[in-house]
């Protein structure tokens, strides 16, 4: 019988191919001097001021978790960040970047109640990218015929991802949905504990303060367009004629793309978005993959960083 872990790994390898694939195949039409030439030409100032904005962007969605946590799981601030920079660099080696969910060992209640305040918190994330990237489409793409289509399929993920958190939401409908993966995918001294977590994951989620979660989507958006300004700098840095306005609804569509879950850390799938996206506003593929690449090491310098912490993170962090 093949085992699930081993089943992981294959799939893992797959979307990790795919990715590598797609890139490699964008890198074959472009000339790659003019690729190398985009990083030598960096401006630095523009540079590192992306970079402090990456600072200012973790302490706001830092912030913004710890509020929906429950009292008892209360962390103090520079534990709550490492816990964030800790999920945020295993999400980049994950697919859909599922990994944050390790944020949850850093809380002390049990996995039901703590996962719990992560899914929020990361709901909120996707919804505000969701909310902006659909203005972005009526807004860019109504004006360009060769974007225009994309629209609709942005439009269905939307759809596809209100319907997965209208199930989520449903205790009865996940446990009907799920029984049969939980009879024959979890084992026997594993149960009692999957269920009781379930449980505890519903009967936590109904006496969420609604209050919390409505600012925690306020500070979202807040985190969001710090996000966006990092990005805008970092367009900046590689030479971009792109206005930050631009630069807030691209973005957005980018950030969803690398959640598509047939890559790791949206490699292939980004640099393919931000060619196709960017092309259409003067940009040549050279500098859209540039850009597209930065914004991939800016994310793995801060996931490295977190990565290395959690490897020398113990208990005593809390």
Request: aromatic fraction near 16%; include cysteine.
């Amino acid at each position: 019988m093949v085992k699930i872990k081993d089943l992981k790994m294959k799939y893992s390898k797959l979307i990790g191919l795919f990715g590598i694939g797609l890139f490699i195949y964008l890198i074959s039409f472009i000339n790659l001097e003019l690729l190398v030439d985009s990083f030598k030409n960096l401006d630095i100032i523009y540079l590192l001021i992306s970079f402090s904005f990456i600072i200012s962007g973790v302490l706001i969605k830092s912030l913004k978790w710890r509020l929906i946590i429950n009292k008892n799981d209360r962390l103090s601030m520079k534990t709550t960040i490492i816990a964030w920079i800790s999920g945020f660099g295993v999400g980049l080696i994950t697919p859909a970047k599922l990994g944050e969910l390790v944020r949850a060992k850093f809380l002390k209640s049990k996995p039901g109640i703590s996962i719990l305040t992560v899914l929020v918190d990361r709901f909120n994330d996707i919804l505000v990218l969701f909310l902006i990237g659909i203005f972005a489409v009526f807004v860019l793409f109504s004006k360009k015929s060769a974007l225009f289509n994309l629209s609709y399929l942005f439009i269905l993920f939307f759809v596809f991802f209100i319907i997965g958190v209208f199930i989520l939401k449903s205790e009865k409908t996940v446990k009907k949905i799920g029984r049969p993966f939980y009879k024959f995918l979890v084992p026997e001294k594993f149960k009692n504990f999957a269920g009781e977590n379930i449980n505890l994951f519903y009967k936590n989620f109904k006496k969420m303060n609604k209050n919390k979660i409505f600012v925690n989507f306020l500070l979202a958006i807040f985190a969001w367009f710090i996000c966006f300004a990092q990005y805008w700098f970092l367009a900046c840095a590689f030479g971009l004629d792109i206005s930050y306005f631009l630069i807030c609804l691209i973005t957005p569509i980018l950030i969803l793309v690398q959640l598509i879950p047939i890559s790791v850390s949206g490699i292939g799938t980004r640099e393919a978005a931000a060619v196709l996206i960017l092309s259409n506003f003067g940009i040549s593929p050279e500098l859209a993959i540039a850009f597209s690449l930065g914004i991939l090491i800016e994310d793995f310098i801060l996931g490295g960083t977190g990565l290395i912490i959690l490897f020398f993170s113990t208990k005593e962090l809390n």
